[in-house]
């Protein structure tokens, strides 16, 4: 097999080869057939995230075909097409596995982070964490939905039913979450950096009702707002966004810090929470649900041994949608 694989952070991906390997008990070994591009691995690369494991294999929203199985998994079979998201493990035994908050477990593990992921040609995988994605829809345009959709989709959760929603940062998550809410009857009001015409007008296309830079009010109160740029500065802006009683979603797992901001933003009920990682129960939700809401997800094709390019890319904000890696 051969990854780009991250050995040290601070440094660029090395192209190397590996042997093949092989699943244990209760694990599969997983073709990848296309992996997306997330803000997470840079946070990664960047040394951002606590305890990384090293050497690594990034890449955590993994689509590809099963190819080998491992003792006591049952209900999967070699050729079928699965998901792999962030969440890779968790220990099924802390309070938080054992109360419906698997997100949360004390003993996770991640792909791409302290798991290998997907900028591989292959992966071995928890079987109990790779969600079946059946045959509709293309490999790469099902790859975002791994986690920018189902991150997006837990924040949207979270930020109940709010009728007119912002969304800062509109970038993958964003622009797949956009097409959600206008399923489901919602008013999208889209925030990028300050003078960004083009990420501005990405967003009126998906009929967002409003876009502008998030230095600017919105034309009126926000019922919710979620944040998926990682800049802690944005906060005190959408509370101040936010009308008497709304909600501030911070959906990032890495965000700078938040700088100090009067009382009286938080004031009146406002509510600031976050998002941590996800449950399979938002898996299957999400996506059972997602060819219903006909979303369309714009992907920038990178090969396997580009994804130093395609980093720099995201990092650079030289597109708009996703961009995912192709073996």
Known sequence: MHAMVLKTPGTALEWTELPDRHPGPGEIRVKVVACGVCRTDLHVLDGELPEPRMPI?????????????????EGLHPGQRVGLPWLAHTCGVCRFC?????????????????RDGGFATATIADARFAFPLGEAGDDVALAPLLCAGLIGYRSLVIAGEARNLGLYGFGAAAHILAQVAKWQGRSVFAFTRPGDVAGQDFARGLDAVWAGGSDVMPPEPLDAAIIFAAVGALVPLALRAVRKGGRVVCAGIHMSDIPSFPYRLLWEERQLVSVANLTRRDGIEFLAQAPKMGIV??????????????????RAGRFEGAAVLVP
């Not at 294999?57 to 998994?73: L, S, T």
């Not at 997800?297 to 041994?305: A, I």
Request: with cysteine; proline share 4%.
């Open 57 to 73: 294999i990034p890449g955590h929203e993994i689509v590809g075909r099963i190819d080998a199985i491992g003792a006591g998994v």
């Open 297 to 314: 997800t714009k992907t920038t094709r990178y090969r396997l041994d580009q994804a130093n390019a395609a980093l720099a890319d995201l």
């Open 98 to 114: 054992t109360s419906g908050q698997e997100n949360l477990c004390d003993r996770p593990l991640f792909n791409g982070y302290t």
